[in-house]
């Protein structure tokens, strides 16, 4: 990210933070014009910190950087004064055009088409029953897709190890081993 992120004219990375107490912390010392904004993030979420900063830092420009792709999700974070919102799973391409827009003073919330169905949102139950996380069930969907480690990696902006690893999990908590079996799986539960 942070290449991709650089190969725009004019930009420069000052810092990333791990969570959102430190986002804050960081923003506090420094003079940053724009921030990425993850909504999942420990000790603080996006969505609280995105509150926080658009108090205390009212001419901040904020794209939140999500994996959720839900309209309901978008206007909140719209209503809350997010300058954009821009899936994870976007191209270089797209990022780059986001930021650039945003830096320059419009709006980026393009995610969710008119007409195109959104993910079925996976309620608190189904994800305790099978104890998968948001990321692991986003990793279920590009498995599905056909996609290899390595374009999954691509995606998500993540090394493979951390694909290989998200695998791991997932195939030992569903007790399923083959691409097929995690197919099938995923389109009995609606994941696909």
């Known amino acids: 990210m942070r290449r991709v992120l650089e190969e ?3 930009a420069e990375v000052i810092a990333c933070a791990g969570n959102g107490l430190q986002l804050i912390k960081i923003l506090r010392e420094s003079t940053a014009d724009l921030v990425l904004l993850d909504l ?3 000790k603080l979420d996006g ?3 995105l509150k926080i900063l658009k108090a205390e830092f009212p001419k901040l420009k904020i794209i939140v950087f999500t ?3 839900q309209p309901k999700l978008i206007r909140e974070i719209r209503t809350l004064g997010a300058n954009g919102y821009l899936l994870k799973n976007s ?3 797209m990022i780059k055009e986001a930021v650039s827009t945003v830096a320059a003073g419009g709006a980026w919330f393009r995610e969710v088409e008119p007409g195109i169905a959104e993910p079925p949102l996976f309620t608190n139950d189904f994800l305790k029953k099978y104890q998968l996380t948001n990321r692991e069930i986003e990793i279920i969907r590009k498995i599905a897709e056909g996609l ?3 374009g999954i990696a691509t995606q998500l902006f993540v090394s493979e190890f951390t694909i290989n690893s998200h695998r791991r999990n997932i195939c030992r908590k569903l007790n399923i081993y083959t691409p097929v079996g995690l ?3 995923a389109r009995e539960h609606g994941i696909i």
């Open 148 to 150: 290899t480690t390595k």
């Open 47 to 49: 969505v609280d910190a």
């Open 91 to 93: 191209g270089s391409v």
């Open 183 to 185: 197919i099938n799986f």
């Open 40 to 42: 999942q993030m420990p």
């Open 8 to 10: 725009i004219e004019g």
């Open 67 to 69: 994996n959720y792709n």
